[in-house]
């Protein structure tokens, strides 16, 4: 769960680049993108994964879904 915290700073990231640069599409396909590749990733996970891996992969979700 530590690797969804990274959702906060996504959602303040992307809430200050909206008004910046008037588009907001980009974030949005960016966002789906991390998010696809996140959940690819955590399919790869078992019990010999390393913690390591996994808070990673939770990371690259957790930025997608911010």
């Known amino acids: 769960m530590l690797g969804l915290c990274s959702i906060a700073p996504a959602v303040f990231f992307r809430w200050l680049t909206v008004p910046v640069f008037k ?28 913690t390591a891996n996994t808070v990673g ?8 879904a911010g």
Do not use: D, H, K
């Open 57 to 64: 992969f939770c990371v690259i979700y957790g930025v997608g």
């Open 23 to 50: 588009r907001y599409r980009p974030q949005i396909w960016m966002a789906w993108s991390l998010q696809i590749i996140g959940a690819g990733l955590m399919t790869t996970v078992n019990e010999n994964t390393p």
